[in-house]
T-cell receptor
């Protein structure tokens, strides 16, 4: 069965601190995709990144970076120099790698990040 | 490019009633998935439609149903509403072409069942 675990329920940091959100996944598929989404208080899930199972390169986008390690089934997300606008709930998600199996995202429970000024 | 739109944004119903929610996808997207979000259960997959056919289904009772039209717009229906159906219902759309795909979410419909 597929499963995503985000062990950190809530994290609170002060602005400009770095913060890492953990994500551990379980799947028997050899081809799969991992995602991070951000959900601000407005409720809409905002796509941040997609990573496929064959690409273990880390990725950096501005203050955001992602570390994918297949050996530990983890896909962690780091925000550098956090800002108040980063306050949101962040979800890690997993999908299958083929056509129809991509339509079903398995989500973790989410990590609520609060960045205080 | 316009994003995913969902109507209505808010809905209040009473137990036993039925409700229909609508989702219009991003232009060119043919896959529409529906999710239920509650504080207790988190985000759970309801079903996915592609080319007017249900392609995937989550573990929800038959009271939850959906359909997709030829223009890829989708509706989901919940019959005989229960208090536990109160939730944020999110629609997500994707190309659905079979290659690497990403789901883009709408703002959701917040349903309250009294």
């Amino acid at each position: 069965a597929q499963k995503v675990t985000q062990a950190q329920t809530e994290i609170s940091v002060v602005e400009k601190e770095d913060v890492t959100l953990d994500c551990v996944y379980e799947t028997r598929d050899t081809t799969y995709y991992l995602f991070w989404y951000k959900q601000p208080p407005s409720g809409e899930l905002v796509f941040l990144i997609r990573r496929n199972s064959f690409d273990e390169q880390n990725e950096i986008s501005g203050r955001y970076s992602w570390n994918f390690q297949k050996s530990t089934s983890s896909f962690n997300f780091t925000i550098t120099a956090s800002q108040v606008v980063d306050s949101a709930v962040y979800f890690c998600a997993l999908s299958g790698g083929y056509g129809g199996s991509q339509g079903n995202l398995i989500f973790g429970k989410g990590t609520k990040l609060s960045v205080k000024p | 490019k316009a994003g995913v739109t969902q109507t209505p944004r808010y809905l209040i119903k009473t137990r036993g009633q039925q409700v229909t929610l609508s989702c219009s996808p991003i232009s060119g997207h043919r896959s529409v998935s529906w999710y239920q979000q509650t504080p207790g259960q988190g985000l759970q997959f309801l079903f996915e439609y592609f080319s007017e056919t249900q392609r995937n289904k989550g573990n929800f009772p038959g009271r939850f149903s959906g359909r997709q039209f030829s223009n890829s717009r989708s509706e989901m229906n919940v019959s005989t509403l229960e208090l536990g159906d109160s939730a944020l219902y999110l629609c997500a759309t994707a190309l659905g072409s079979g290659g690497p795909d990403t789901q883009y979410f709408g703002p959701g419909t917040r349903l309250t069942v009294l």
